[in-house]
């Protein structure tokens, strides 16, 4: 039987502009008494790598638009944060204080994704740019500061249609196959399975925050013991292209209507 | 640091209606040497659940309704399994062969929950009847068995809108509150938190699932580590009620266009 752990690996500060995560992450690591092994996963919080990116917006320097400016009055929102918003995204609905967008990365997520807490005074952080080349950045990173090869997932906290609660999910990833892929397996009976494909990595992802936690600030996870397959695919394999996504194409019929 | 471990629990022998799930999974935990703890959180494939309590059917003996013979012709489906999905649950949308249901129970998933992989000849499991019920009964047919305190969740493995592959989320739970609430909560900084309500139960059901894996026929999990809090809601407090979900009223505002 193979077990696996999740380890929470709290970082020593704030993380700001231009640290290395991949060391701030060893460094915590060997304080800890732990070592790193080979196929040792590690799950990392959007926001320390948006800060580590420069991916953190002053909001008094923000102009917004009329259009944000309209959004923002509707919804009861600052205009600013709004004008944020459409920056990242494309609006897919509005509805009552609620603004979904789909982001330039293709996520569908509240608000792009934009996110003001655990950012200090008048300050919000956007997505990271390219998560999976981040991912990739500090994978390697790793490799070279302790010959290890492990596999890197960056994550964010999602809400979802149909189901309250949100859940962790893999926003970057390098070094892991992102999808198991059932489909032509059989069953114990010979039968075709009715699972297709699993998303490992946003089980990945949410596996990691039961220890990661909001309140308590631990915004790293280090996961062992799970077998995957190491591949060249990242996160954004897990985005599904429009129009094969039934519900954003019903959204799409009834905002033509409008 | 407190780690969290998961620990995947085989079962003996195949699941058949009327076994006992709990004795069942005691006695291999007890084969593997592993001693229950309070605290434990014991995770359930749907599928020997459905077994267990009898919700498999023997599609030869289920006469197809017309709306499930056309339904069944327009999607290339067998129209059996089309007049099971249509006793189970409520069409959202059908389209290139995906049938997405609301069921009785209020999960929004593909083809009611109905599941042909895993079970005999022309059978065919459908969900629990109540899956949060079933979680009680064995939550204290533990408790009766060991004296142990421990939660229970049951799974199963549903597809979402937007991302590509199917994650494990809890259909049934006990022992456990379904949801972290971090409504009201300050970051660091003094700040609300954009985080509002964590969906646990389902991070718990994604994580479990990595041990589990449908072709290894894993139908148990065992959680040790995390920190909970016990309550008397079941995961039927994760089913959003339909007025509050945008994407069910989008396709509801298709569907009268039709």
Known sequence: MDKIEIIP???DSYVKQGDDIALLILESIKRFGIELLDNDILVIAQKIVSKAEGRVIDLRYVLP????????????????IVELILREGRVIVAYKGVIITRTRHGFVCANSGID???????HVTLLPVDADATAKIIRERIYALTGKIVAVII??????PFREGQVNIAIGSAGIEPLIDYRGSRDM???ELKVTQIALIDEVASAAELVMGKSRGIPVALMRGLSYS???DGASTLIRDVEKDIFLNLARQVLQHH
């Open 9 to 11: 690996i709290p970082l």
């Open 65 to 80: 638009s009329e259009e944000a400016e309209r959004l923002a009055y509707e919804h009861n929102k600052d205009a600013r």
């Open 116 to 122: 003001s807490s655990n950012v200090k005074g008048e």
């Open 155 to 160: 994550t964010d906290t999602f809400g979802r």
């Open 189 to 191: 009976y010979g039968k």
């Open 230 to 232: 190491t591949g060249n």
